[in-house]
């Protein structure tokens, strides 16, 4: 079964870190990955630029409409991810717990299953 783990970023949360604890979790993402590599569970991860940087598309009247920022105001967004591989729900709940941003305050990481993926070898 494949899951994608999410990973969201609230900056007040991340801000409000020391630079220690942020290396700590930065640092951390590079065993978790050497972690799934090696149970071989891993398939992608892929970490987002700054929310301050995305542009919104909509279609309105046949024409795209592009906007600035997020779709929604929230204190959090959609910061990165892992897709990975495993036996189980309740692995893919290990893992996630494994991913250093979890054991932030004001942090966690979302787990969801995955119904359809395709690839450009696909």
Not at 4 to 20: K, R
Not at 45 to 73: C, I, K, N, Q
Not at 109 to 121: D, L, Q
Request: charged letters at 25%; a negative charge.
């Amino acid at each position: 079964m494949k899951f994608l783990l999410i990973m969201h970023v609230n900056p007040q949360v991340w801000d409000g870190l020391t630079e220690e604890q942020r290396d700590a979790v930065m640092n951390g993402h590079g065993t978790f990955m050497e972690t799934i590599r090696k149970s071989g569970e891993f398939i992608e991860t892929a970490a987002l630029g700054d929310v301050s940087e995305s542009a919104v598309v909509r279609v309105r009247g046949g024409a795209p409409v592009v906007t600035d920022g997020p779709y929604l105001e929230a204190k959090e967004y959609f910061g990165g991810y892992y897709l990975v591989e495993c036996d189980s729900r309740e692995r893919a709940l290990e893992l996630a717990a494994l991913i250093p941003d979890a054991s932030v305050e004001g942090l966690g990481i979302e787990v969801r299953p995955v119904v359809f993926s395709a690839t450009g070898e696909d």
